[in-house]
């Protein structure tokens, strides 16, 4: 039974930072594709962040975190971490860990994912 558990959401201010932490468990093959996507109240799951082939491998970020979040992988530890700088107040959302063990077509394609956290909570206000 593989799980992701997510942590470090929070409030901030705009302009500070955060870094959410997603740890996988009952995994019994290697996760070459992890990631995060978010959902704001009212619209839909938008992808984040997505790092495929392991800690050496290609890394993806959507046009509106490009430049400011960091998606980092610990094979050791079996955890995705995000790095998330220089917050926005249209950042808030529901942060969500998602994984597999064949990466999608489309880094950003929610379906392409079979493994899902609960989802960490991010307010930036």
């Known amino acids: 039974h593989v799980q992701l558990v997510e942590s470090g959401g929070g409030s901030v201010q705009p302009g500070g930072s955060l870094t959410l932490s997603c740890v996988v468990s009952?995994?019994?093959?290697?996760?070459?594709?992890m990631g995060w996507f978010r959902q704001a109240p009212g619209k839909e799951r938008e992808g984040v962040a997505a790092?495929?082939?392991?800690?050496?491998?290609?890394?993806y970020y959507a046009d509106s975190v490009k430049g400011r979040f960091i998606i980092s992988q610990d094979n050791v530890e079996n955890a995705v971490y995000l790095r998330m700088n220089s917050l926005k107040p249209e950042d808030t959302a529901m942060y969500y860990c998602?994984?597999?063990?064949?990466?999608?077509?489309?880094?950003?394609?929610?379906?392409?994912?079979?493994?899902w956290g609960q989802g960490t909570q991010v307010t930036v206000s």
């Open positions: 998602v994984a597999d063990t064949i990466c999608p077509r489309r880094w950003w394609s929610s379906s392409g994912y079979n493994y």
């Open positions: 009952g995994s019994t093959r290697s996760l070459n594709c």
């Open positions: 790092v495929f082939g392991g800690e050496g491998g290609s890394k």
